[in-house]
């Protein structure tokens, strides 16, 4: 397959105050973009050519950096503007609920190992909510990995390359993690990624 730039499922200036016009007019007008660009001609000729997006990302980490970089980057990006949506945040569907209370003890404490992940990862990078064995779990990766790579299946991931606030927050990390996941999160889409990983 190759791979195609979606459209954002709302308009640039949808996120505001959290997250600017600005911010996504870079973020996926041309960040994206160049993932898009970059990976499908580094894909070309490949063995990975026809491949799914899961199976080239997975198959060519620690194989070939510069696809893997474009292809995982494409992956986290293309979750990563359905996993927000306007007046996002709120309350956790039942189930996701459960087994993140389970996990964690509390969402409050999700919350907190969550916004710790993303602020103490050192440079670019993400942090995530992923099922692995069947329990949630908190990580972080550097640059375009993904939980995908530590065999887990990524349900949540927020950016943390300063591409994704720079504009909006500056240094102020801390305070972007904050807003993505007390206003930003589309829960519903997070429950439905937890319940096709635990099914
Ligand atoms: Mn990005």
Redesign the pocket.
Known sequence: MSFTLPDLPYAHDALQPYMSRETLEY?HDK??LAYVNNGNNLLKGTEWEGKSLEEIVVGSYGKNAGLFNNAG?HY??LH?WKWMKPNGGGSLPGELEKAVVSAFGSVDKMKEDFIAAGTTQFGSGWAWLAVKDGKVIVSKTPNGESPLVQGATPILGV?V?E??YYIDYRNRRPDYLKAFIENMVNWEYVAERFAAATK
């Open positions: 973020h960040h994206h980057q986290n990006h990563f950016d390359w591409h994704s």
